[in-house]
């Protein structure tokens, strides 16, 4: 159980484009989800926490316009990167609770995304 | 804000050995979760672990909570324990990461 999912694993796109990264719990609800964003050989950044129908939360620096994020269902969260541009590439990862144990958190594989 | 400092940051180790690794809090967390981010970057769940020991295979992990510190330890260690290894606790609704642990095993 407490498996999450994301799509997809990888994505090559020239600056300027939009790119949607899905991500969904497989076996169970979850009516908060989380986005990260990792550089390499760092750790885990939270960027914002999705919400199942209402607006996403942003930490402080996280543009809430170029990340777009949407939670229209108990398992689907999709962060939209918006007009990309070569600063954006990073590691994205997702995670999502559990609302029965809602102390854990599971992760998605992540997305790798690169802007050229 | 809070600092989750880990140590050491890099290890490197020969196939079979022992290894401990620490977790420093600079504040109180509730919900203190060990993983394995693995070569791919998938993070793999070890423990959640808040207080107390738990044991699984060749891992084991001690959290002491009233002094903000978490340990795992690795027995007998294998190449595919190899990768970053993060603690992670939840201060203010959100869960904030360690510096992590990078571990490489050879044989």
């Known amino acids: 159980g407490a498996v999450v999912s994301q799509h997809p694993s990888r994505v090559i796109c020239k600056s300027g484009t939009s790119v949607k990264i899905e991500c969904r719990s497989l076996?169970?609800?979850?009516?908060?989800m989380f986005w990260y964003r990792q550089f390499p050989k760092q750790s885990l950044m939270l960027m914002a926490t999705s919400n199942e129908g209402s607006k996403a939360t942003y930490e402080q620096g996280v543009e809430k316009d170029k990340f777009l994020i949407n939670h229209a269902s108990l398992t689907l969260s999709t962060l939209t990167v918006t007009s990309a541009h070569p600063e954006d590439s990073s590691f994205y990862i997702c995670?999502?609770?559990?609302?029965?144990?809602?102390?854990?958190?599971?992760f998605g594989p992540g997305t790798r995304l690169t802007v050229l | 804000g809070i600092q989750v400092e880990q140590s050491p940051p890099d290890l490197i180790l020969q196939e079979g050995a022992n290894s401990t690794l620490r977790c420093n809090f600079s504040?109180?967390?509730?919900?203190l979760q060990w993983f394995h981010q693995n070569p791919w970057g998938q993070l793999i769940n070890l423990f959640y672990i808040p207080s107390g020991t738990k044991q699984n295979g060749r891992l084991s992990a001690t959290t002491v909570a009233t002094e903000r510190y978490s340990l795992l330890y690795i027995s007998s260690s294998q190449t595919t324990d190899s990768g970053v290894y993060f603690c992670a606790g939840t201060y203010t609704d959100k869960l904030i990461f360690g510096t992590g642990t990078r571990l490489q095993v050879f044989p």
């Open positions: 995670s999502a609770r559990d609302e029965e144990w809602i102390d854990e958190q599971f």
């Open positions: 076996d169970f609800q979850a009516t908060t």
């Open positions: 504040d109180s967390v509730n919900n």
